[in-house]
């Protein structure tokens, strides 16, 4: 069966610290995509980023990098030098080759960063 | 600017009312999609459209109804059947469902408290 499970429910963080939000899914597709979206406080999603199944190679935008691991099923997700407009929910979500039409979210990691 | 908008923002209902919550996209997505967030949980799909005039139920279907009469608008009926309708709402499109890749673009949300 697929799912996604975002283990940490809520991270407190100080302004400048790295934290890293774990993503693991399950699934029983060979292809699929992974992405990471952030719902800031006023609630709409936005997209961050997408991975394939097949590409397993280290993503880096900016302050935001994603670690894809076939082999433990993970797609992590590192903010480094955290700032307080990083403070979110973030969620991680599966689509499968067979079942597109479903985005499989996980429940989310509340990310609050203090200054 | 394209985007996607959901009105109203905040909607109070009492008990064993209907109540209609719009969605409108003009970035010429073919689905839509409607999502359920509760506090704590992740995104449950409601009900999602790839076409006009064509629509499927998702995971939790059972008190809501939706039409699709044009490709930029796909409301979202919460019936007095829906049992603990007070929830965040959110619309969301994509420009082709068959494409495992394409990522949703989500609106801004409706909050629902029934009174």
């Known amino acids: 069966a697929q799912k996604v499970t975002q283990a940490q429910t809520e991270i407190s963080v100080v302004e400048k610290e790295d934290v890293t939000l774990d993503c693991v899914y399950e699934?029983?597709?060979?292809?699929?995509?992974l992405f990471w979206y952030k719902q800031p406080p006023s609630g709409e999603l936005v997209f961050l980023i997408r991975?394939?199944?097949?590409?397993?190679q280290n993503e880096i935008s900016g302050r935001y990098s994603w670690n894809f691991q076939k082999s433990t099923s993970s797609f992590n997700f590192t903010i480094t030098a955290s700032q307080v407009v990083d403070s979110a929910v973030y969620f991680c979500?599966?689509?499968?080759?067979?079942?597109?039409?479903?985005?499989?979210f996980g429940t989310g990691t509340r990310l609050q960063v203090f200054p | 600017d394209g985007g996607i908008t959901q009105s109203p923002k905040y909607l109070f209902r009492k008990e064993g009312q209907n109540v209609t919550l719009s969605c409108e996209q003009n970035?010429?997505?073919?689905?839509m999609y409607w999502y359920r967030q509760d506090p704590g949980q992740g995104l449950r799909l409601i009900y999602y459209?790839?076409?006009?005039?064509?629509?499927q139920k998702g995971d939790i279907a059972e008190g809501y109804s939706v039409s699709r009469e044009k490709k930029e608008s796909f409301p979202l009926t919460v019936t007095s059947a829906q049992k603990n309708p007070t929830a965040f709402y959110l619309c969301?499109?994509?420009?082709?469902?068959?494409?495992?890749?394409?990522?949703?673009?989500f609106g801004p949300g409706t909050r629902l408290t029934v009174l």
């Open positions: 969301a499109s994509s420009i082709n469902t068959g494409a495992t890749y394409n990522e949703q673009f």
């Open positions: 991975r394939n199944s097949f590409d397993e």
């Open positions: 970035l010429n997505h073919d689905a």
């Open positions: 459209s790839q076409i006009v005039n064509d629509f």
């Open positions: 979500a599966l689509r499968e080759l067979y079942n597109t039409d479903k985005l499989i």
């Open positions: 699934t029983r597709d060979t292809t699929y995509y």
